[in-house]
């Protein structure tokens, strides 16, 4: 999950190398680095962020035309300046920047320490470095060859960069199962761990595939290859520059930024994919393959985290909606129990970055097996949309806080309105019920602008929970998978242990938790479960549980069972998930703004997880 900046070609190559380091922090915080060749192979390291690497080497010979650099999140290794990338063969020859996990990294290991090698690090990234080096030397081998030979002998995942000081006129990057992008510019080449950073230098990129090695050369030139020495011609894209400056634009994090921007983002998917003069939904995804999802007997959503939460909304929707069975399976899982897949299954992957391992793991095991793959994802280009038979984009533009807000917002967006394009497919939405239903998603943007008006409130109401140490959310229907996402914000952002459960499976277990310390939040926003919401809420209250009550407008719920009780505004049941998140992504980030945590670089945590 770490990020890997290099350039060759620019007039300060490492100045480029740095401010691509920025960008792609959120993939890793806790160390950094940067190699530059000047006449000779500098290398500066720090345990910390880019800033202290900034500082670390502001006075440090850092001209020249070729660099290469890194932020990490540590996998094999603590988080300590040695450990931290650019890693250097015993030599001083290479130098190399890694993301991914060389799973067999210890047989290496012991097969170079036989050799004579020493180490001066914890990490595998080290061993691949030490690794090429020997091939370099044992068989007196170009650096391109000596990284493709090597690679024979390398199981795991992994996208890296690297250096010879020998001939500095030239970079290889390699790249299996961890994403590698190549900017191409008028002054050189830019390699990075995704595109973000390249939008404002480069015109065209190059999308690394699985088992391809590219070699860039100074002079403008370069070469693709495939692990079998076979010559590949990479197929070239245009990118869309863009001269933007990622700001918090007044606000204090840009976790609240993006909280903010969350009715722009919905009324910008609503546009994308709405026509709304013919009231009708407009997803050429599924127009182009309509025989396909009519037929569909069962779809399968794969996705981790947030996106996993976004998946079980999607199965309520689509099932109540359009009447086709759905099941969500946690990416991570689906690959190793054998899932039966069959090619009249559709399976979803949803993943924000598109470059998540475990759910790009599932899509191939998906298509492997025949079955029809959809990608929904945040960014165009990545791996898991190049891997699927067709792709929907949410419009949430680039996240930069880790704990997504705008993103689950804009995939919940774009599956509610999947889930009714199927449902009138399928014949289970008549076209004037789907215009009814359209006309009330275009309020949405509106009702969570006035959702956001409940932020001084919950402000205040947040330095009551801020020194707590467990915190429980519940919820029915389709507001349990919204009490998950917003246990995982507060654990993700402050720290405090959080669990989201179904109201009625509290008594199963989580009930014996609740005391006068517990602050339970419920989210009683769907009108179909009130009545059974209560008795639950009666339940804690018995047990002296603090309970927060998130409801909607004219919806009544008795004084006395609640502590405090949240107003949002009302919208129609199949729209709550939208609303109801808006106050728990508050409170998470007030409860951490007062605990002093860093909200937008919660620690242990990166936001594109690229490994296993």
């Not at 030397?137 to 960069?161: C, I, K, M, N, P």
């Not at 998540?356 to 599932?362: C, K, P």
Request: hydrophobic share 40%; glycine share 6%.
């Amino acid at each position: 999950m770490c990020g890997i900046m290099a350039n060759i070609g620019s007039e300060n190559a490492a100045r480029e190398v740095l401010a691509g380091l920025k960008k792609l922090e959120y993939r890793g915080y806790d160390s950094a680095g940067v190699a530059v060749f000047n006449n000779a192979l500098n290398v500066f390291k720090v345990k910390g962020k880019v800033a202290d690497l900034e500082d670390h080497v502001k006075n440090q010979p850092m001209a020249g035309l070729v660099a290469l650099g890194h932020t990490r999140w540590a996998t094999h290794g603590v988080p300590a300046e040695n450990n931290a990338h650019p890693h250097m063969s015993e030599n001083g020859r290479l130098a190399m920047v890694h993301n991914g996990i060389i799973e067999n990294y210890q047989s290496l290991k012991n097969f170079l320490i036989e050799k004579g090698y020493s180490f001066k690090s914890d990490t595998d990234s080290e061993v691949l470095v030490q690794y090429i080096a020997w091939y370099q030397d044992h068989y007196q081998l170009e650096l391109t060859e000596a990284v493709r030979r090597s690679l024979g002998d390398v199981e795991g995942s992994f996208a890296f960069v690297i250096l010879d000081s020998t001939a500095p006129n030239t970079m290889v990057a390699a790249k299996n199962d961890n994403p590698l992008v190549v900017g191409i510019s008028g002054s050189g080449f830019y390699l990075a761990s995704d595109v973000f950073p390249l939008t404002e230098s480069c015109d065209k990129v190059i999308y690394l595939e699985d088992q391809e090695i590219i070699t860039v050369h100074l002079e403008g030139d370069y070469e693709v290859i495939d692990f079998e020495n076979a010559s590949i011609t990479p197929e070239v894209h245009t990118l869309e520059r863009k001269d933007t400056v990622y700001s918090k634009e007044g606000f204090d994090s840009f976790m609240l930024k993006e909280i903010y921007e969350q009715p722009e983002i919905i009324a910008r998917t609503l546009k994308s994919y709405v026509d709304t003069n013919l009231a009708e939904i407009k997803i050429e995804a599924i127009d182009l393959h309509r025989r396909i999802f009519k037929q569909a007997k069962r779809i399968v959503i794969v996705g981790c985290g947030t996106s996993w939460h976004a998946g079980l909304i999607a199965e309520y929707l689509i099932e109540s909606m359009a009447g086709i069975h759905v099941e969500v399976e946690y990416a991570s899982e689906f690959r190793y129990r054998d899932p039966l897949i069959s090619t009249s299954d559709i399976v979803i992957g949803i993943s924000q970055s598109g470059e998540t391992a475990d759910t790009l793991a599932a899509i191939k095991l998906a298509n492997e097996r025949g079955a029809f793959t959809y990608g929904i994802i945040n960014t165009p280009g990545s791996t898991i949309a190049r891997h699927t038979d067709a792709v929907s984009y949410i419009k949430a533009g680039v996240e930069i806080g880790v704990a997504s807000t705008k993103a689950f917002t804009g995939q919940v967006s774009l599956l509610t309105l999947i889930a009714l394009k199927l449902a009138t497919i399928t014949g289970k939405l008549h076209p004037l019920q789907c215009k009814k239903s359209i006309d009330e998603f275009l309020e949405v943007p509106k009702m969570m602008q006035e959702a956001l008006l409940t932020d001084q409130l919950l402000g205040d109401l947040s330095q009551n929970w801020v020194n707590k140490e467990s915190a429980l959310f519940l919820g029915r229907g389709l507001n349990f998978p919204v009490a998950l996402e917003g246990a995982l914000k507060l654990k993700e952002i402050s720290y405090i242990h959080a669990e989201g459960y179904p109201a009625a499976e509290m008594k199963h277990g989580p009930i014996a938790l609740v005391d006068s310390e517990m602050p339970v939040f419920i989210l009683a926003t769907n009108k179909s479960a009130l009545l059974k919401l209560t008795s639950n809420i009666q339940e804690i209250k018995s047990r002296k549980g603090e309970v927060i009550i998130i409801r909607n407008a004219g919806m009544e719920i008795d004084a006395a069972l609640a502590d405090y009780q949240i107003e949002i505004p009302a919208v129609s049941e199949f729209l709550t998930p939208l609303t109801t998140v808006v106050p728990l992504q508050l409170i998470s980030y007030y409860i951490a703004k007062g605990r002093g945590c860093n909200i937008d670089q919660p620690r242990n945590l990166a936001k594109s997880v690229t490994v296993e």
